[in-house]
């Protein structure tokens, strides 16, 4: 299927754990020479206008960045100290700011571009037509990136088999974002499949998986994170794995429907209680930076659900 539409939910709470997350692996893969390649398999448009009617109707980007970039320290002894305290978000957030000053809201390929260097490569897919076409423009001129890494390949092609075709890469070292929109419940199968293949082949890959916490697919998640989880450490058994969370409303408060019936409701109750991200061979201190400051990002999120 392809009804999902990003521009509904970017700059949403679940944004704010993927791109966090992103931003600190590849500021962690920016650390050594040797160049990489980041492969993004449902790359969506890049790039997002939150003053369209998509975005203004569910009003997820206010309750999420919006939200968020409101609470942080503006006076310079105040910022330095939350800067110290939280170096991730830092920088994730001094990037993410000079969009939201424009009311627009950078993918995660736009959050690419900003952090790979000219050596590095990255490699997109989108089946949707829209949106892909969407992607072609943003990724050809971008409002804050006018150099980008080397090499930039968009595919329109199935991003699972995008990745299995693809890697390992030349570049030996990389990372790849897996976030599929989860509308049928064979994401969940395919989703676990392409990473156990993909990992086998490539196992010093930066894997880094997306998924939402719903409720009604409880069962599927976790046999998804499962077999995840045991084909990598059967594959090294010392693989560092991190698995992130950021719930901003209790399950109970979680009201199950369709993408549809959310888009059709004037209030756009919660679909997802939270997300998490996956992520193997997680680099040295991800975790730890990662989840300090979900922690500050979640009493702030929360106040406003």
């Known amino acids: 299927m392809l009804s999902y539409q990003h521009a509904f939910h970017a700059g949403n709470h679940a944004d704010i754990l993927k791109h966090l997350t992103l931003t600190g692996v590849l500021i962690s893969l920016n650390k050594k020479d040797k160049p990489y390649t980041y492969f993004d398999t449902h790359s969506a448009s890049g790039l997002y206008d939150l003053m369209d009617n998509r975005a203004e109707k569910t009003g997820e980007a206010a309750q999420g960045i919006m939200r968020l970039l409101g609470k942080i320290p503006r006076d310079l002894p105040h910022q330095n100290e939350f800067s110290g305290s939280h170096p991730l978000l830092s920088a994730y957030l001094s990037l993410i700011e000079k969009y939201t000053s ?12 900003l952090l790979l260097r000219s050596c590095d490569y990255m490699v997109l897919s989108e089946l949707h037509p829209q949106e892909i076409e969407n992607l072609r423009r943003n990724m050809i001129k971008s409002p ?4 980008a890494c080397r090499q930039i390949q968009i595919h329109a092609r199935n991003g699972f088999e995008m990745l299995k075709a693809l890697t390992p890469p030349k570049t030996k070292r990389g990372a790849v ?4 929109s989860y509308e049928e419940a064979s ?3 395919d989703v676990a499949d392409t990473i156990c293949a993909v990992n086998k082949k490539w196992s010093n890959g930066i894997i880094m998986l997306w998924y939402p916490l719903l409720a009604h697919r409880e069962s599927e998640i976790n046999n998804m994170l499962e077999k995840i989880t045991e084909s990598a450490r059967a594959i090294n058994a010392n693989i560092e794995i991190a698995d992130l969370r950021l719930e901003v409303a209790s399950k109970d408060a979680h009201k199950e429907m369709s993408l549809k019936e959310y888009e059709a409701s004037e209030k756009n109750p919660p679909r997802l209680y939270g ?6 061979n997680a680099p040295w201190k ?3 930076e990662v989840l300090r400051d979900l922690d500050f990002v979640k009493n702030i999120i929360r106040k406003g659900i």
């Open 102 to 113: 424009k009311n627009l809201y950078p993918g995660s390929p736009e959050i690419g571009r």
């Open 275 to 280: 997300s998490g991200m996956l992520v193997l």
């Open 286 to 288: 991800l975790e730890e």
């Open 187 to 189: 994401d969940y199968r």
């Open 144 to 147: 804050f990136c006018q150099a």
């Open 177 to 180: 974002l897996i976030d599929p």
